[in-house]
C-alpha cells in the first residue's frame, strides 16, 4: 500500500484541470516573456504552431501532449494579445512634447483650487509619434488665470483636451519622489498637465457612473461632516479608494513600517467588512440562500463604489466564489478559485496582468493559500501551542497570515518600490485588528449618519481613536533605522532570497535545526548585502537631466569626483535645488565643469572654499569619457547608466 506523503505541501492540490490548465498557460506566457527576448507577431506564430502541433497529437491520440501543447499555446496568444496593449519605455529622458488626448475619466486623484489631478483612458496623438490607443494618462489640469473655472470634471465624463505629455521619470539625484514607481501603482503610462481653458468636455458622465458620482458626492460629504480632515482622508482612502487627501507623510509612514497595503483597497478589506456584513445578516436571518443573495449584491455595490479597482474586483469576484460553494453546499479548491478569477481576467483584460497591483494582489492570496498551512503547523510545533491556548493562536495566525503573503508579494514589492520591509510581520500583529475595527466601525458610521448625524457621531469617536492610533504606530516604526531596507543594489534578488528563506527556516520543526537553518541564512543574505553595497559604492553613476548632465565617480576613501557638463552651449544659470542636495549629500571632494551652468553652480555654492573647481579642456574631457563612457559623448547620453570602473580617476 502506498504510504501519504510527508510532504509539507501535500495540501496543493495541482491534479486539478483548471489549475493544470492555468499552469500550463502561465507556462506559455513565461517562455514568451522571460527565455524568448521575441516581438509580437513571432511570438503570435509560435502560439498558432503550438495549437496546430496540439491537433496533429490529438489526433494521434497523445491527449496529454495535446492538453499541454494547447495549453501554452493560449498562453502565448494570451500574452501576444496582453502585450499589444502595454507600452515599454527605455529609460531615457524624453522631452515633453504637444499632443492631443482625448478619454473617459476613470479617476480623480486630486481636486482642489490649485489643480485637478485626475486618470484618462483613451487615445493619443502626439507630432513625434503614432497615434495611441488603449492608454492612461495621469493629466493634471492647471486653472486659467483672470478666467472662471468651468464645471468640475467628474468620474465618467468624457474630454478631449491639448496639453504636453511626457514619460514617468525615474527616481532621481537621491529625491524622495519616484515617478516611475507612482505610475506603476496608479497603472499610467504618461503624464500630462494642460489649463482648464484648453479642456473641452465631450460627453458628462450618464448613466450609472452619474449614479455612482452622486453617491459618491453623498458619502464624501458626510465624511468630511463626521471626521477631522486627517481622519477623513483616511476613510475615504480605506472605504473609497480615494488617496488624493492622505499626506506623503502618512504614506511613507505606512509603507516603511510594512502596513502600506491597509491604504490601498485590497482583498483583505473586502474580507473584513464582508465578515462583519455576514454577521449582521445572521441576527435577521438563517436562509442560507437570502444570506448569499445580499451578500452578493453587498460586494457588487462595494466594488462599483470604489472604481472597480483591478484588487477590488478580483477579491470581490473571489469572496463570491466561495461562499457559491458554500451555498450549494459543495466544496471549495482555494487554487480553483484563483485560477477561475485568473482565467477571467485573461480573456476579459489581459492588460490586467501587468498592472501592479492586480500582480500584487494575486500574489498575496496565493502566498496566503500556499504557505499558511505549512508556516501556521511550523509555529505551532515549534511553540507547542495547544487550541485551549487562543491568545497564543490568534498571534500565530496573524504572524501565519503576515509572513505566507509576504513569501510571495515582498520580491515584487521590491522590484516595483525598491523597498523592503523589516517590521512589517510586527507591525501587523499590532495594527491589523486596530485598522479592522477601525474600518468597521467608519463604514457602520457613515451608514448610520444618512439616519441621523448624533448616532453616525457616535461610531465616529471610535474611528477616530482608531486611525489616530494606527498612525503613531506607523510613524513610531518607520522612524526607526531599521525599519525597512531601500535603496540596495539588486534589491529585488535580496527580497527572494529573504523570502526562500523565511519558508525554509519555518519548515525546521525543532528549534536546534531552525537556529541552524536561520544563522546559515542570515549570513547568506548578510554576505550577499555586503556584496551588492560594495558593489554599489564603486559604481561610476551617470545622471542625465534635459538641461545637464552628471558623471559621479567614487575616489579613495568614499570621496566623489562630480563631473557637471551642460547640455546647451551658454546656458543661463538657474537655481537647480535637486543638485545642490544632491552634492551636499555626497563626499564631494571635487568639481569638474564644462559649461556655464556648470561653473556658475560650482562657483555659487562654494561657500567655505569646501570644494576643489576645476574647468575642464577639451583633452580632459575626452580622457575622461574615454576612461568611463567607453568613448560617449557625456551631453549626447539621455539614458541612465552604472558603470563599474576598471582604475580610479587620477587627481
Not at 569638474?592 to 573647481?613: L, P, R
Request: charged share 15%.
Amino acid at each position: 500500500m502506498r504510504k501519504k506523503s510527508d510532504s509539507p505541501f501535500e495540501h496543493i492540490e495541482l491534479h486539478s484541470a483548471i489549475v493544470f490548465w492555468v499552469l500550463a498557460m502561465a507556462l506559455g506566457a513565461f517562455a514568451s516573456c522571460a527565455f524568448l527576448d521575441i516581438s509580437v507577431n513571432t511570438t503570435l506564430a509560435i502560439g498558432i504552431g503550438c495549437c496546430v502541433v496540439s491537433i496533429i497529437a490529438l489526433i494521434c491520440k497523445f491527449n496529454t501532449t495535446s492538453y499541454i501543447l494547447l495549453s501554452c499555446s493560449i498562453g502565448f496568444l494570451l500574452f501576444a494579445n496582453a502585450q499589444n496593449g502595454v507600452i515599454h519605455f527605455p529609460d531615457k529622458i524624453i522631452p515633453q512634447q504637444p499632443a492631443t488626448i482625448s478619454g473617459n475619466v476613470v479617476q480623480i486623484t486630486k481636486q482642489n483650487a490649485e489643480q485637478t489631478q485626475l486618470i484618462l483612458s483613451g487615445w493619443m496623438d502626439a507630432q513625434t509619434l503614432p497615434k495611441m490607443d488603449n492608454i492612461r494618462i495621469r493629466l493634471t489640469i492647471y486653472p486659467q488665470e483672470d478666467k472662471p473655472n468651468g464645471k468640475a470634471i467628474q468620474v465618467g465624463d468624457s474630454i478631449l483636451t491639448v496639453c504636453t505629455i511626457r514619460t514617468p521619470r525615474m527616481k532621481f539625484l537621491n529625491e524622495a519622489f519616484d515617478e516611475r514607481t507612482y505610475a506603476r501603482g496608479i497603472d499610467v503610462n504618461w503624464f500630462g498637465s494642460t489649463t482648464s481653458d484648453k479642456v473641452k468636455t465631450l460627453r458628462s458622465a450618464s448613466g450609472y457612473q452619474h449614479l455612482r458620482n452622486v453617491i459618491n458626492t453623498a458619502i464624501i460629504a458626510k465624511i468630511n461632516t463626521l471626521f477631522t480632515s486627517s481622519t477623513a482622508a483616511f476613510v475615504k482612502a480605506i472605504l473609497l479608494a480615494d488617496r488624493s487627501d492622505l499626506s506623503y507623510e502618512t504614506q511613507q509612514n505606512f509603507s516603511l513600517s510594512g502596513v502600506a497595503h491597509l491604504l490601498s483597497l485590497s482583498g483583505f478589506h473586502i474580507a473584513i467588512l464582508s465578515g462583519a456584513f455576514i454577521l449582521l445578516l445572521n441576527i435577521f436571518t438563517r436562509n442560507r440562500w437570502l444570506k448569499f443573495i445580499c451578500f452578493v449584491f453587498f460586494v457588487i455595490a462595494f466594488v462599483w463604489l470604489t472604481g472597480m479597482q483591478h484588487s477590488a474586483i478580483r477579491s470581490g469576484a473571489m469572496s463570491i466564489l466561495f461562499l457559491t460553494g458554500w451555498v450549494i453546499q459543495r466544496p471549495t479548491n482555494p487554487l480553483n478559485v484563483v485560477s477561475i478569477v485568473l482565467l477571467a481576467a485573461m480573456f476579459i483584460s489581459p492588460s490586467m496582468l501587468f498592472a501592479a497591483s492586480f500582480q500584487m494582489s494575486m500574489l498575496s492570496i496565493c502566498g496566503i493559500m500556499l504557505f499558511y498551512p505549512v508556516i501556521r503547523c511550523g509555529l505551532i510545533n515549534l511553540f507547542n501551542v495547544e487550541k485551549e491556548q487562543k491568545r497564543r493562536l490568534y498571534v500565530i495566525n496573524s504572524l501565519t497570515m503576515t509572513l505566507s503573503a509576504s513569501v510571495l508579494i515582498d520580491p515584487l514589492v521590491a522590484y516595483y518600490f525598491h523597498c523592503i520591509s523589516i517590521l512589517s510581520p510586527l507591525t501587523n500583529i499590532i495594527v491589523i485588528p486596530i485598522f479592522s475595527l477601525g474600518l468597521v466601525a467608519s463604514l457602520v458610521s457613515v451608514c448610520c449618519s444618512f439616519i441621523s448625524i448624533s448616532l453616525g457621531t457616535l461610531f465616529a469617536t471610535a474611528v477616530e481613536w482608531c486611525v489616530e492610533l494606527c498612525q503613531w504606530l506607523a510613524m513610531s516604526a518607520s522612524s526607526l533605522s531599521f525599519a525597512a531596507i531601500t535603496n540596495i543594489y539588486n534589491i529585488t534578488f535580496l527580497a527572494t532570497l529573504s523570502s526562500i528563506a523565511v519558508v525554509y527556516i519555518l519548515l525546521a520543526g525543532k528549534w536546534r535545526v531552525l537556529l541552524l537553518r536561520l544563522c546559515v541564512c542570515v549570513s547568506v543574505i548578510f554576505a550577499v548585502s555586503v556584496i551588492a553595497t560594495n558593489t554599489e559604492d564603486d559604481a561610476v553613476e551617470v545622471y542625465p537631466t534635459e538641461k545637464y548632465c552628471i558623471l559621479s565617480i567614487p575616489l579613495a576613501d568614499g570621496e566623489k569626483f562630480i563631473w557637471l557638463a551642460d547640455r546647451y552651449p551658454k546656458q543661463k544659470y538657474f537655481n537647480a535645488s535637486r543638485l545642490k542636495n544632491f552634492v551636499e549629500e555626497q563626499n564631494v571632494k571635487y568639481i569638474a565643469v564644462s559649461g556655464s551652468f556648470g561653473y556658475e553652480f560650482a562657483k555659487e555654492n562654494n561657500i567655505g572654499n569646501k570644494y576643489k573647481i576645476r574647468m575642464l579642456t577639451s583633452a580632459e574631457q575626452k580622457h575622461l569619457e574615454r576612461m568611463y563612457l567607453n568613448g560617449r559623448n557625456i551631453r549626447s547620453i539621455i539614458q541612465y547608466y552604472k558603470f563599474i570602473p576598471n582604475e580610479k580617476y587620477s587627481r
